[in-house]
């Protein structure tokens, strides 16, 4: 398959110092920890696939996200039990769960993700800003069956390789992408999830125009996500008329006082389809 034409540039902004400070953490994982990621068998997992979780039914999915703060809302509910949370979005009718583990700017852990693993039987999506196969490891040993990769964080070549190291290991990566660049770049890999975010994570604004633009674009035999922006039903019914399987929401299901009923609100909305369905 030939290569994107697209010029691909290290990112800057928010995103630029995230990803930096993910790749210090990395490099002070020590060896002997390295090899005993690599080396650990994952347990048996009995729960749905992700991108067959978000296919089922009729209906665009909800993807519910355990998010305790972000660089753009601040602090969301900080005391916020990621096991607590998981079942109550499994009982909204959560079709995945995404679990944020970035500590600085999130307030995220893998522990978090070990807890939702335990938690519930819904698929679980890592999501972080992820750089290094020993990341895909880490995510294997916390029990995610699935893991975001920024298009834009990663060097296009990186990108390539850590798709393909993560369907190796049985996980499945969602590729996120903003630009008609970056989703050439995702379509050139296996990877069966893309998501289009409406937040520029460089300079945290939201346009709704991206994901009007792109989520058309996604082939029907990859599940096409729309991130970011979704507050309510109308903004589901949105994301479907572009032909969205899924939505991936955060801080409004965090943020609920009662995160069950909030998702439900979200849920039975028919899925319209794209180009090929």
């Known amino acids: ?20 400070e993910s790749r210090e ?15 650990a068998t994952p347990s048996a997992d009995t729960r749905p696939g992700f991108a067959a ?22 602090e969301i509910k900080a005391a916020l039990s990621a096991g607590a949370q998981a079942r109550a979005y499994a009982a909204g009718g959560a079709a995945a769960i995404s ?23 819904v698929p679980l999506l890592r999501k972080d800003f992820v750089v290094d196969r020993t990341q895909l490891f880490e995510t294997r040993a916390a029990g995610g069956n699935a893991v975001l990769l920024i298009a834009r964080a990663l060097e296009p070549s990186a990108l390539a390789q850590l798709a393909a ?39 945290l604004e939201v346009d709704a125009a991206v994901m009007i633009r ?27 008329a572009c032909g969205a399987d899924a939505v991936l929401v955060g801080s409004m299901l965090s943020g609920a006082a009662d995160p069950a009923a909030r998702l439900r609100e979200l849920t039975g909305v028919a899925r319209e389809g794209r180009r090929g369905r």
Do not use: Y
């Open 165 to 203: 190291e993560a369907l190796a290991l049985g996980i499945e990566p969602l590729i996120e992408v903003r630009s008609e660049g970056e989703l050439a770049r995702a379509l050139e890999t296996a990877a069966p999830a893309i998501g289009v975010n409406q937040r520029d994570l460089e300079t």
């Open 1 to 20: 398959m030939q290569a994107s034409p697209f010029a691909w540039t290290a990112p800057g902004g928010v995103l630029g110092r995230i990803v930096a």
């Open 214 to 240: 792109l989520l058309p674009l996604i082939p029907s035999d990859r599940v096409a996500i729309a991130e970011s922006g979704v507050r309510a039903r109308a903004d589901v019914e949105r994301a479907a």
């Open 25 to 39: 953490r990395v490099r002070a994982i020590p060896a002997a920890r390295r090899s005993e990621l690599e080396r």
């Open 99 to 121: 679990i944020l583990t970035e500590p600085n700017h999130f307030g995220g852990s893998l522990e978090d993700l070990s807890e939702a693993r335990s938690s519930v039987a």
């Open 53 to 74: 979780a978000l296919r089922a039914g009729a209906t665009v999915q909800v993807v519910a996200e355990v998010k305790r703060r972000s660089p753009s809302k601040g």
